[in-house]
């Protein structure tokens, strides 16, 4: 919880409160424009909030990205659930059968042939 006090993150904590409550006081111009006749603001009376909410989840996320930084790897969450297993593609044998099936003729036949052994990365 330390590292959350240090200069640059009161910097972070500092800016994110004031673009919050920016964007809040934003959207309650806006509103006050709108019922006032100008059409337009009732969208930009909403936008103004979802900033607000954007800024706090980015915020919330990036101290919690922060105090997750240094854990061991072989420690899990501390709520006892397993991590996810990384995503896959449902297609994913298929595109390996058709790589192989291929023989060297479509778009990684103009690598190298070591290159072409480790397979595509685009």
């Known amino acids: 919880m330390r ?3 240090t200069p640059p993150w009161i910097v972070l904590h500092c800016f994110a409160v004031v673009l919050t409550i920016a964007f809040g006081l934003l959207g309650w111009w806006q509103l006050g424009r709108a019922q006032h006749g100008n059409a337009i603001s009732w969208g930009y009376a909403l936008e ?3 900033f607000a909410v954007f800024t706090v989840a980015l915020w919330v996320r ?3 990205l ?3 930084k240094d854990r061991p790897e072989g420690e899990g969450p501390r ?3 397993p991590e996810p297993p990384p995503m896959t593609s449902p297609f994913e044998a298929s595109i390996m ?3 192989l099936d291929d023989g060297g ?3 990684d036949a103009r690598q190298s042939p070591s290159e072409s052994s480790q ?3 685009a």
Do not use: D, I
């Open 3 to 5: 590292r959350l006090l």
């Open 48 to 50: 103004w909030p979802l």
């Open 62 to 64: 990036q101290m919690r």
């Open 66 to 68: 922060e105090l997750h």
């Open 79 to 81: 709520r006892g659930r």
């Open 97 to 99: 059968r058709a790589r």
């Open 105 to 107: 003729h479509g778009p």
């Open 119 to 121: 397979g595509s990365h």
